[in-house]
C-alpha cells in the first residue's frame, strides 16, 4: 500500500512567506520523519515526529500529527531562497519486528521566489 | 555530526557488468539499509540488514541484488549484471535502532548510469 503521499507535489512562495506541506499515510504508524532533498544530492533528515505527539519545533520548521487524520504537515517559517529543495514524508509502520523500514513519499518541490 | 559516507558518487557503467556500491554507516549504529531513487521518481526501499543478515526486502530487490557487511565498517551493495532500468541514485543509510524513536541517516547517494 501507498504511505506517505504530500501534496502540493509542488509549490512556489516568495521568499520570507510561510511554506506548508502535507502527507497523508494509510497504516498505523510508529513515527513520521520528515527529509529534504536538494537537486541531485542526499537526503538530510529534518525533524522526527512520534506517533504519541501531536507537535514539535525545530528552528524555523513546525511538524504536526494528527494520526485520527492520518496526515501530518510541514510549516517553513520565514522561508529562504536556500529552503528550494524537496521535501519528503516518511513513515515507520508500526513494526512487525523491531528493523522496520521508513517509506517514502513522492515529495513536494518547493521553490522560494526571490 | 556523524555521517553516512557512500562510494562512489557516481558511476557509469555498461549493462551486464557487476557494480558495487560501497557505504560507511555511522559508527554505532546496527541497522543498514539501501534505497535507491529513479530520476524524478520517489525513493524506494530496498533492503534492511540487522545482525549479518538481511532483515526485509523489496520485490525490487531480485536475485541481482546482494548485500555484505565483510568488516565492521563498510557495507557494500552488489549489483551482478546491471541493466538498463538500474539507472538511479542509491542511498545508503543506518541507525542506531529499529524502534519509533530512532532517526534514520542517509547517506549523500551514489548515482549509476547503466549504458
Known amino acids: 500500500s501507498q504511505q506517505g503521499e504530500e501534496d502540493p507535489q509542488a509549490l512556489s512562495i516568495q521568499e520570507g512567506e510561510n511554506a506548508t506541506m502535507n502527507c497523508s499515510y494509510k497504516?498505523?504508524?510508529?513515527?513520521l520523519q520528515w527529509y529534504r532533498q536538494n537537486s541531485g544530492r542526499g537526503l538530510v533528515h529534518l525533524i522526527l515526529i512520534r506517533s504519541n505527539e501531536r507537535e514539535k519545533h525545530s528552528g524555523r520548521l513546525r511538524v504536526t500529527l494528527d494520526t485520527s487524520k492520518k496526515s501530518s504537515s510541514l510549516l517553513i517559517t520565514a522561508s529562504r531562497a536556500a529552503d528550494t529543495a524537496s521535501y519528503f514524508c516518511?513513515?515507520?509502520?508500526?513494526?512487525?519486528?523491531?528493523?522496520?523500514?521508513?517509506?517514502f513519499g513522492k515529495g513536494t518541490r518547493l521553490h522560494i521566489l526571490p | 555530526e556523524p555521517e553516512v559516507t557512500q562510494t562512489p558518487s557516481h558511476q557509469v557503467t555498461q549493462m551486464g557488468q557487476e557494480v558495487i556500491l560501497r557505504c560507511v554507516p555511522i559508527s554505532n549504529h546496527l541497522y543498514f539499509y539501501w534505497y535507491r531513487q529513479i530520476l524524478g521518481q520517489k525513493v524506494e526501499f530496498l533492503v534492511s540488514f540487522y545482525n549479518n543478515e538481511i532483515s526485509e526486502k523489496s520485490e525490487i530487490f531480485d536475485d541481482q541484488f546482494s548485500v555484505e557487511r565483510p568488516d565492521g565498517s563498510n557495507f557494500t551493495l552488489k549489483i551482478r549484471s546491471t541493466k538498463l532500468e538500474d539507472s538511479a541514485m542509491y542511498f545508503c543509510?543506518?541507525?542506531?535502532?529499529?524502534?519509533?524513536?530512532?532517526?534514520?541517516?542517509f547517506g549523500e547517494g551514489s548515482w549509476l548510469t547503466v549504458v
Open positions: 497504516t498505523s504508524i510508529n513515527n
Open positions: 543509510a543506518s541507525s542506531w535502532t529499529g524502534d519509533s524513536g530512532n532517526t534514520i541517516y
Open positions: 516518511a513513515t515507520r509502520r508500526v513494526p512487525q519486528n523491531r528493523d522496520d523500514k521508513i517509506i
